[in-house]
Nanobody
Framework: QAHLVESGGGLVQPGGSLRLSCAAS????????MAWYRQAPGKERDLVAA???????NYADSVKERFTISRDNVKNTVYLQMNSLKPEDTAVYYC???????????????WGQGTLVTVSS
């Protein structure tokens, strides 16, 4: 079993920055793709950014040039640096990772509990 623990959410003014972190722990053999999703009130959960184990990244059009995803494979941690934040970025941000557990050859999806980001003056 494994867990994803997110941190770094909070209240920020428009134009400000926040950095989210998500650390994986537990009976982990390896981690595949790691990603951040977000869900605004009344809306579906959408992909924000993803990063593969080799470092290739993918971003939603709405956050390109403002957000940067990165990962530390030693610490099993993924980060999301968010700059030039806008009110429409307000949402609960969820970490997602595909985990291969020890004694298994399959990668299974795992979700964090979510962290709230509020962009408001």
């Amino acid at each position: 079993q494994a867990h994803l623990v997110e941190s770094g959410g909070g209240l920020v003014q428009p134009g400000g920055s926040l950095r989210l972190s998500c650390a994986a722990s537990g009976n982990i053999a390896s981690i595949g793709v790691m990603a951040w999703y977000r869900q605004a009130p009344g809306k579906e959960r959408d992909l924000v950014a993803a990063i593969y184990s080799g470092g290739i990244t993918n971003y939603a059009d709405s956050v390109k040039e403002r957000f940067t995803i990165s990962r530390d494979n030693v610490k099993n941690t993924v980060y999301l640096q968010m700059n030039s934040l806008k009110p429409e970025d307000t949402a609960v941000y969820y970490c997602n990772a595909f985990i291969r557990y020890r004694a298994s050859d399959k990668y299974l999806p795992l979700w964090g509990q979510g962290t709230l980001v509020t962009v408001s003056s």
